[in-house]
């Protein structure tokens, strides 16, 4: 990672945001893959940069992942993950974004959703992501669009093996259904030769959990794989899993003398991290076949925890729809919000964000507040000389002026036509002034004809202070100055009389 790291603090010199995003998931993925200690706070890490950024898409990437991180931890935090996952879906519905992000953050919620049990929203996201990666040539997306389609497939035997425990028939055979859909989808691309197997084993236990014989054709599939890896079942773990549960579900259900032998092969071969609901049926067929003789009242009182948690499952899959779609309505509240405050060319504030913002202001006691306002000194030059475009783009570029001068407290607004304010709140005049010299120089330093040859711009600033709760005398002392600062040739800053 020493060059992931380097090139991070390149693209952090040279201000190459989506380059230093890109380094900061690399970083997250490689801590996962290697299981180092340190995984949350490169999520966090990644997750920060992607807010500050304004990135949707990648944001509901990271929150994704945080939320798989939560899901087993106390319930508060539980909770906390929960929200997490529910903002990265509705973030997801509206982002505009590239298409291979895009894909990557549908299929993390997928794989939270997954982690959690709630398999019908997870095969939601799965579907979204393989719908966005349709249309192209054959193989193009094999590499993103394949892992998808796997873990559809994975879902489906995991889900049809805790309806099994539930002795829910038809639950099973309409996974079974879904499945060799979704092993046929699976099908038209490019995997490597250990996921092959992997599947063709998959199939043999979804057939096995559906109740098919199938434990000698299970037994020829172990005898391949031992002969590709010389003998080392150790090689290839997943499929030889889910082939010698195939085994013991088969041999169970066929009632043969070999089945409590095969389902305790079962439970030791079938690694309760790596796969914990195939885990989870292994115990059970063994303890179905322990009930028979020993102990039916332990078999009663399973089914009846199983069911019990599968009640608890439906309950939580209802509380994320609605999580889901109270975050929905809370969002579009949001943007609408937004939009209500927002000048709509230059995305920063507007006169009703300014009065917001001076009305929350007036409720502190004693609160000051700092008013710069700015114009440009001939602005209609402008638009005659180079067009309307050249102007608009010439305001833009004077709002990120204002932005990049504007703290976390304070508010850079558009107030109409090439007028412009930025409120600082609990400063003196001299800090104020000193913003607005600092303002004007960066102005000046722009490199405007990068817009058009011969273009310059020049802005006046009026400087006022005063508390928040007299904003109309504020207003007035503000405009006032800049009136002056206009009337002595412009380019210059003016502070209010009195101040």
Request: with cysteine; glycine share 8%.
């Amino acid at each position: 990672m020493a060059d992931v790291s380097k090139l991070e603090q390149e693209a952090l010199s040279r201000g190459w945001d989506e380059v230093e995003r890109a380094c900061l998931f690399a970083k997250v993925i490689d801590t996962w893959y290697a299981g180092r200690d340190g995984l949350r706070d490169a999520v966090e890490d990644f997750k920060l940069r992607c807010e500050r950024d304004n990135d949707d898409v990648m944001t509901a990437l990271a929150l994704a992942m945080r939320s798989d991180l939560g899901r087993s931890e106390n319930a508060e935090v539980a909770t906390y993950a929960d929200d997490d996952l529910s903002t990265a879906v509705v973030l997801l519905g509206e982002a505009e974004g590239g298409l291979l992000e895009r894909i990557t953050a549908h299929t993390a919620c997928g794989i939270a959703f997954g982690g959690r049990r709630l398999w019908e929203l997870g095969q939601e996201q799965y579907s979204m992501a393989l719908s966005i990666g349709s249309g192209h040539e054959p193989g193009e997306l094999d590499f993103i669009l394949a892992p998808i389609a796997f873990n559809c497939c994975e879902d489906q035997v995991a889900w049809a093996g805790t309806l099994r425990q539930l002795g829910d028939e038809a639950g099973v055979l309409e996974r079974f259904e879904i499945w060799e859909e979704a092993s046929a989808a699976l099908a038209q691309f490019e995997i490597p030769v250990p996921w092959r197997r992997e599947l063709t084993a998959l199939g043999v236990l979804m057939e096995a959990i559906a109740g098919k014989d199938v434990a000698q054709a299970a037994r020829r599939q172990l005898e391949d794989i031992s002969l590709a890896v010389d003998g080392s079942e150790q090689a290839e773990p997943r499929p030889v899993a889910h082939l010698k549960l195939a085994v013991a579900l088969s041999e169970a259900t066929a009632g043969r003398p070999g089945a409590r032998a095969a389902s305790r092969e079962a439970v030791a071969a079938v690694a309760p991290k790596l796969f914990p609901h195939m885990h989870d049926l292994a115990l059970f067929v063994a303890g179905e076949l322990e009930a028979i003789d020993d102990c039916p009242n332990g078999l009663a009182y399973g089914r009846r925890q199983l069911s019990q948690n599968w009640a608890s499952r439906l309950a939580q899959l209802s509380t994320m729809r609605a999580r889901i779609k109270a975050e929905k309505i809370s969002a579009e509240h949001r943007v609408l919000s937004r939009e209500i405050n927002l000048d709509p060319l230059t995305g920063i504030g507007n006169r009703r964000a300014m009065a917001r913002y001076i009305e929350a202001l007036s409720h502190r006691d004693e609160m000051t507040v700092a008013l710069l306002l700015t114009d440009f000194d001939d602005f209609k030059e402008i638009n005659d000389c180079f067009g309307h475009g050249i102007g608009d783009s010439t305001l833009l570029r004077v709002a990120r002026v204002l932005e990049r001068n504007a703290r976390a407290a304070d508010l850079a607004v558009r107030m109409g036509g090439d007028e412009f304010a930025l409120l600082l709140a609990g400063v003196d005049l001299e800090v104020a002034v000193d913003r607005a010299e600092s303002v004007m120089a960066q102005i000046d330093q722009e490199p405007w004809e990068d817009l058009r040859s011969g273009l310059s711009v020049s802005l006046s600033i009026g400087v006022a202070t005063g508390r928040a709760s007299e904003a109309e005398e504020l207003i007035a002392s503000a405009d006032a100055a800049l009136y002056r600062a206009k009337r002595a040739g412009g380019h210059c800053v003016i502070r209010a009389k009195g101040d």
